[in-house]
């Protein structure tokens, strides 16, 4: 299941809770605010030291008070195999006498794996004592989330394509989730190539409410979701930093099979990522996603979709492929399962008609649209030669054909 919005994308690094940015006073006044190039340069500096994992530079200047999370925040980094540190001043506010807040985007890669930055706002206080600027606070702007390393300490797990980081976890459970994940990038291959590096970051936190956490939302909205996939839809080959949130509830009392295809399902939403678009509808995303997944599984319709068999054999067909709105994490379970279901079944219909060339192709063309408006009618018309009229009739025939 991936989260359209930009929840982990704009996923935030409490490093910068530790991050002291002091201003050099160079004669200015006592109530002069800072400059936002003063403060973009020790931004740089702060994130130069981190990167060269210089310790004195990252603590420097640092309110004395933020230290101690420094130095455990510091410690936590270093098992992240981080390739890039940035940050850039959007807004400087002077907020009172020797007082101003920092508005800054915070940005970081991890190496061999982010095409571009994983991003979020940061808000600063800084606070001016004896002619030099100091960051008193730092914090999450607001509805950002955490990050991982703020929860505990770090376990990486690096397998041949996947990067497993986890908190409270074991080291064997962390391993399992990298074997099967490498398992679901080269059957994600066989179905999608190109546009992707056929690598993912896969973030396994100590519970649901840490998961609720790391994706800025309510726990009880991902109870049941195994996994969830976040990454800004901007499109395009450099979309950036996807990571695969996993509930180690929910995925802990799954058998082999329905790990390995929650893992493949959220793979193939990385590998598609740089053509997922606001043009996108999420019953197609979704739904190639499925059909990935349980491409050469030998599951039938009938065991791949049970709620949709049930309302189709009670009279139920559905008069519409499912809206948007109808994929919302916290709604209804057996309704959500017939969102999915029926998503699959709309792409298995493609793929079985037309072709699973036509298949991605079509997923491509709706991606490419410059807005959702007109999108699929577009894409079903160029690349099926169908309209949205004739493909909903033969997606509700299909339905009866194979849950019936």
């Known amino acids: ?176 989730i990298a074997a099967a994940a490498d398992r679901a990038v080269p059957a994600v291959q066989g ?3 190109g546009d992707w590096a056929g690598r993912i970051v896969v973030v396994v936190p100590e519970s649901i409410e840490a998961m609720g956490r790391l994706l800025g939302g309510p726990a009880a909205s991902y109870r049941g979701i195994a996994a969830v996939t976040t990454g800004r839809l901007d499109g395009g080959p450099r979309a950036p930093a996807d990571r695969v949130t996993v509930n180690p509830d929910a995925y802990a009392v799954l058998g082999a099979f329905g790990k390995q295809l929650v893992l493949t399902h959220e793979a193939t939403h990385v590998a598609t990522r740089a053509r997922t678009t606001k043009a996108t509808p999420v019953w197609l995303s979704e739904g190639f996603a499925d059909w990935v997944a349980y491409r050469g599984t030998g599951r039938t319709a009938a065991q791949a979709a049970p709620e949709l068999r049930r309302a189709v054999l009670a009279g139920g067909v559905p008069a519409e492929l499912p809206d948007d709105a109808a994929f919302a994490f916290g709604s209804d379970q057996e309704a959500l399962a017939r969102a999915y279901e029926g998503g699959w079944l709309a792409c298995e219909l493609i793929a079985d008609r037309w072709g699973e060339e036509e298949l991605t192709a079509f997923y491509r063309a709706v991606g490419e649209h410059p807005g959702r408006d007109g999108a699929v009618e577009k894409a079903l018309r160029e690349v099926l030669d169908t309209t949205p009229e004739d493909f909903t009739a033969d997606w509700r025939t299909y339905l009866q054909q194979r849950l019936g």
């Open 191 to 193: 179905a999608w190539s």
């Open 1 to 176: 299941m991936a989260g359209q919005g930009s929840a982990a994308a704009r996923g935030t690094a409490a490093c910068l809770l530790a991050a002291a940015l002091a201003l050099g006073g160079c004669g200015a006044p006592e109530s002069a605010g800072p400059a936002p190039g003063e403060v973009q340069a020790l931004l740089d500096r702060h994130a130069r030291a981190l990167r060269d994992r210089d310790e004195a530079g990252y603590l420097a200047d640092l309110d004395p008070a933020l230290l101690p999370a420094a130095r455990t925040e510091f410690d936590r980094l270093a098992k992240v195999p981080l390739s890039g540190w940035s940050y850039r001043v959007t807004d400087v506010d002077r907020t009172g006498e020797g007082r101003a807040t920092v508005e800054a985007e915070w940005g970081y890669r991890i190496e061999g794996y982010d095409a571009g930055p994983a991003t979020t706002e940061r808000v600063l206080d800084l606070v001016r004592r004896d002619g030099r600027w100091y960051v008193t606070g730092d914090r999450a702007a607001e509805g950002a989330p955490q990050q991982l390393w703020q929860q505990g300490e770090v376990t990486t797990v690096t397998g041949r394509h996947s990067l497993v980081l986890g908190v409270g976890q074991s080291t064997e459970r962390l391993q399992e």
